[in-house]
């Protein structure tokens, strides 16, 4: 049996039609930069997720830079994060100058460890960044209290986190801003790169608007500078298709994240996902704990079955931030994940037989 870890394929056929007749009008229209699409688009989203405001952007990168450059963060200037996620989270700040400070994560969720952010505080911190990992949001009230009590912004990266819930409310409300991607391998994925920012304050909203199209108003006319951050109207035509289908696909992903968990429940050896009571996952992955990570990972793909590591080195330990200082040893819940988790295929169309392929092959292989 063969099983990848995504098959977009499979999401895609039965949408097919209505894909394509979207696609169609963005043609005949000849509308291909922002205008009508987008903003419907954003408007949908917007009410989706649950924000006042949400504008579409090039991609999730994107929607942390200039969710950062709206807050005029500044070479020097400190931002608290995680190095525990996709390279972007920190690659972001530090193209804008500003200087990664990274907390260890909780060894259970694998997001922030909010009991580890006062401590780096300094009079040079300006915000918090935050993960929501694998679908899952972070323990998000402590940090949004640490932040008011300290004066400091919140940006949340929600790149993998579209829907999912802390407490009822969605990723990319609670904070200044919002930032989400729509990389194809995202919960929502688009036809290529895209992303979006969300927020509830007028103002930030109208600074991201001018942000995204170079810093300009009116046309021509620069208070800022700012960048091409666009989204492209096929795009959003794409993703206003596939957003009528999302709670669907968390359902079946959520379904199958509990196959998993009821399966791998007698083994002592293999750590399930830990979701928090307040948390709704969308599981945008399914990543277990295993001692012998190396191991189970190359027996997988020798059963042809999908899988991978996010992520094998923690962003503390990347080649391009030994400027910043630290060291192995550091981070050490971070590391320790780096090594020992691997995310299995979770996506909503796969059949009972391909996962009870993985469980078995999986609990051959951790034996
Ligand atoms: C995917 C991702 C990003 C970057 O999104 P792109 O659309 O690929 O630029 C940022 N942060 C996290 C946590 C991600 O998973």
């Not at 699409?37 to 090039?58: C, D, P, Q, R």
């Not at 289908?245 to 994240?257: F, I, M, S, T, V």
């Not at 399914?286 to 992520?311: H, M, Q, T, W």
């Amino acid at each position: 049996m063969n099983v990848p870890l995504l098959d977009l394929k499979a999401q895609f056929i039965p949408i097919k039609n209505e894909m394509m007749a979207a696609v169609e009008n963005v043609f005949d229209s000849q509308y291909f930069i922002l205008g009508p699409t987008v903003n419907n688009f954003e408007k949908e989203t917007a009410e989706y997720i649950g924000a006042k405001f949400a504008l579409g952007v090039s991609s999730g990168t994107d929607a942390l830079i200039i969710a950062l450059m709206a807050l005029d963060i500044k070479p020097g200037d400190e931002i608290i994060t995680t190095p525990y996620s996709f390279f972007a989270t920190a690659g972001s700040i530090a193209r804008l100058g500003a200087i990664p400070v990274f907390v260890d994560i909780d060894p259970e969720t694998y997001n922030i460890d909010v009991s580890k952010i006062e401590e780096v505080i300094t009079e040079k911190t300006k915000a918090i960044v935050p993960v929501h990992l694998y679908g899952q949001c972070v323990d998000i009230d402590p940090i949004i209290t640490i932040a008011e009590k300290n004066n400091l912004f919140v940006v949340e990266d929600a790149a993998q986190a579209i829907g999912s819930k802390n407490k009822n409310r969605c990723a990319g409300t609670f904070g200044d801003f919002g930032c989400f991607s729509f990389f194809p391998s995202k919960n929502l994925g688009g036809a290529g790169d895209g992303g979006l920012v969300t927020t509830n304050d007028e103002k930030l909203y109208e600074k991201l608007v001018k942000l995204r199209n170079h810093g300009s108003h009116p046309k021509y006319y620069h208070p800022m500078i700012g960048g091409n951050f666009r989204l492209d109207a096929l795009q959003a035509a794409v993703l206003s298709i596939k957003l009528k289908h999302l709670n669907k696909w968390h359902e079946g992903r959520r379904k199958n994240a509990g196959f998993y968990d009821s399966a791998f429940s007698a083994s002592q050896q293999i750590v399930t996902p830990i979701i928090l009571p307040e948390n709704y996952s969308i599981y945008n992955q399914y990543v277990i704990r295993v001692p012998n990570r190396d191991e189970v990972f190359s027996k997988l793909k020798n059963a042809n079955i999908g899988c991978d590591i996010y992520y094998p080195v923690p962003l503390h330990l990347q080649e391009c931030f030994d400027y910043l200082g630290y060291k192995k040893g550091d981070l050490p819940n971070s590391e320790n994940a780096a090594n020992e988790t691997i995310a299995l295929p979770i996506y909503p169309e796969l059949t009972d037989e391909q996962k009870q392929y993985v469980v078995d092959t999986v609990v051959k292989a951790v034996k």
